[in-house]
């Protein structure tokens, strides 16, 4: 399907940042297009419980939530494409996007809004048994490990979280920390330390994960000892990796400037990228907060400076 879209405002990305920015985006009449990627709702969608997120006397989901940020982003005036740019040029405005399957879009601003991505530990056997064993989402596995032994790697709200939840499933979880300190919220560290079924392994890495050929599966887990190396082995049939996040910016490596760990950066107080006329919003900029609220906030910021750009330079 190859076809050009003139639009006023191109967002791209599909979490709380890019719905925000859609909704305001059109309520300000600019007709936005909303390219979602292939996941559309971003991390919230691979959550569980969300009691932080204001408005909601009740504990919500988050795949919920987002559907009710699409729902209210398309019933505004937003037009939703599934699919993903592949291709954007910055150089002139209006700035141009190629989409896979084949969109253009002529648009005279742009808000990048493509979050982050679950980080791996990238050792070699976590190659080998990803999707055997290993896996990056509580939420999507946990109901495989029913009964059985797992650990989760990390230190921060997502380790604590994730551990809490596979509880449900899991005969024992073990979280395995390369510190002696949590950087997860006390309240969620207190939740972690009174579960019976939880237990902490301090300074430790993994080393290595091991298991058996055919079928393929982990059944034990090396770890080492951060203070002195040395070196234990525990039996775990799943482990889960939530040792925080990268920004989505390959697309925009060289286009636009970025910090040494590929944030997007933007001006003080602004969504605004170096480049005027491109706005970023969510954790695509943000390494401090990244919190729902916060990167709908900064999308309901995207759009008001795009409509403003727009207001001054058209
Ligand atoms: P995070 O806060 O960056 O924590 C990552 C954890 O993984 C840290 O404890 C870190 O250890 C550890 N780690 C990093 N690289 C590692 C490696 N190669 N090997 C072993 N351990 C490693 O990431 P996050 O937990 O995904 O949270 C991201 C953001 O989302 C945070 O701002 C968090 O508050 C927010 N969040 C909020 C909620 C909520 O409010 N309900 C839920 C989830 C996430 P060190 O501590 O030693 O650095």
């Known amino acids: 399907m190859n076809k050009t879209i003139e639009t006023d405002v191109l967002i791209i990305g599909s979490g709380p940042a890019g719905y925000t920015a859609a909704i305001y985006a059109a309520r300000a009449n600019l007709k936005p297009h909303l390219v979602s990627g292939l996941e559309p709702g971003g991390q919230l969608t691979i959550t569980t419980d969300v009691e932080n997120y204001p408005g909601f006397g009740d504990i919500i989901q988050g795949p919920w939530l987002m559907e009710q940020m699409k729902e209210q982003a398309l019933k505004v005036g937003t037009e939703f494409h599934h699919d993903i740019v592949k291709k954007v040029d910055f150089d002139i405005n209006p700035f141009i996007a190629e989409t896979d399957s084949g969109l253009k879009f002529n648009s005279k601003s742009i808000i990048i809004a493509t979050g982050a991505q679950a980080r791996w530990l990238n ?66 560290q207190e939740r972690l330390f009174k579960h019976p079924k939880i237990e902490l392994i301090w300074d430790h890495t993994v080393d290595e994960f091991i298991g058996s050929e055919e079928p393929l599966s982990l059944n034990k887990i090396k ?71 916060t990167a709908a906030g900064m999308g309901c910021m995207a759009a008001l400076e795009a409509e403003k750009f727009i207001a001054e330079n058209y």
């Not at 997502?158 to 073990?174: G, H, W």
């Not at 770890?223 to 234990?232: D, F, G, Y």
């Not at 925080?244 to 760990?261: A, V």
């Open 223 to 293: 770890l080492k000892n951060t203070k002195n190396n040395n070196e234990k082995i525990i039996d775990a049939t799943g482990a889960f990796i939530a040792i925080g996040h990268d920004p989505s910016t390959s697309l925009f490596k060289d286009k636009i400037k970025m910090d040494n760990e590929n944030y997007i950066i933007t001006k003080s107080d602004s969504t605004e990228t170096n480049i005027k006329g491109v706005f970023a919003a969510g954790d695509v900029k943000d390494k401090v907060f990244r919190q729902a609220v």
């Open 123 to 188: 050792i070699e056997s976590e190659n080998k048994f990803k999707g055997f064993g290993i896996s990056a989402c509580a939420t999507c596995d946990g109901f495989f490990f029913k009964d059985q032994n797992i650990i989760v790697v990390g230190g921060g709200n997502s380790a604590v979280e994730e551990a809490l939840y596979l509880t449900n499933f899991a005969s024992k979880v073990t979280l395995v920390h390369r510190r002696d300190k949590l950087r997860a919220e006390k309240i969620l």
